[in-house]
Structure formats: structure tokens, C-alpha cells
């Protein structure tokens, strides 16, 4: 499975911004999929996962109320990433990752991911 994250830039604070990452090569919907980041000097980090039907989801706390998941199985085999009230420290480089469904969404946070994308950049500064 190969995956492309696109839709970071420079944004302001308080702004919004919307990633997506397209999967390829594999059947999308027998993936778990999740958003990480990483900030500059930082471990990766778990942003948002969704399991596979997109019936369920999980947040990071920094994130909840501002970030929302969401995947497009039907046509796209797009996952998203919707961010709102951006701040400076959710300044990073954030890649999308697929699990295969041996790997409940809950463990999917610990990194529990078989495939990486490439990371798009979310810089947000005035």
C-alpha cells in the first residue's frame, strides 16, 4: 500500500486546514488508518486514527474539539484530516499511516502501523 499526505502549508493561528492522503496498491477499506506528527526536536506522535468502516475514531487530547478524522471509502480511498482553531504548537510534519486489521484501532496509537506515508508540512504562525 502506498500512501500520499498533501494539504499542509502556513496557516494563522486560529485558522483551518485540510489534509488528505490518498492510499494506493491495496484494498483501502482493510485498513485502520491514523494521522501522526512530528514537531521539530519531537518523537512522532499520534494525532487521529479511524478504523476501517470509519464508524469509530480516536483523538490525541491536545487535538479533541478541534481535529476531526474522516475517511472516504467508496470513491476516494481518502483519509482526512480536518483541523480548525490551528495553533502554533500543532506546527509539525504530519504523516497518515494504515494497520492492517489485526491491529485493533485502539493499539493503533502506539504505532502500531504497517505503512507510512510521507509527511506533508503544517506550519502556523502569524
Known amino acids: 500500500v502506498q500512501l500520499q499526505a498533501s494539504g499542509g502549508g502556513l496557516v494563522q493561528p486560529g485558522g483551518s486546514l485540510r489534509l488528505s492522503c490518498v492510499a494506493s496498491g491495496g484494498p483501502f477499506s482493510m485498513f485502520n488508518m491514523g494521522w501522526f506528527r512530528q514537531a521539530p526536536g519531537k518523537e512522532r506522535e499520534f494525532v487521529a486514527a479511524?478504523?476501517?468502516?470509519?464508524?469509530?475514531?480516536?483523538y490525541a487530547d491536545a487535538v479533541k474539539g478541534r481535529f476531526t478524522i474522516s475517511r472516504d471509502n467508496a470513491a476516494k480511498n481518502t483519509v482526512y484530516l480536518q483541523m480548525n482553531s490551528l495553533k502554533p504548537e500543532d506546527t509539525a510534519v504530519y504523516y497518515c499511516?494504515?494497520?492492517?486489521?489485526?491491529?485493533?484501532?485502539?493499539?493503533?496509537?502506539?504505532?502500531?502501523?504497517?505503512?507510512w506515508g510521507k509527511g506533508t508540512l503544517v506550519t502556523v504562525s502569524s
Open positions: 479511524i478504523n476501517w468502516s470509519g464508524a469509530s475514531t480516536l
Open positions: 499511516g494504515a494497520a492492517q486489521l489485526r491491529t485493533p484501532l485502539a493499539r493503533v496509537p502506539m504505532g502500531g502501523i504497517d505503512y
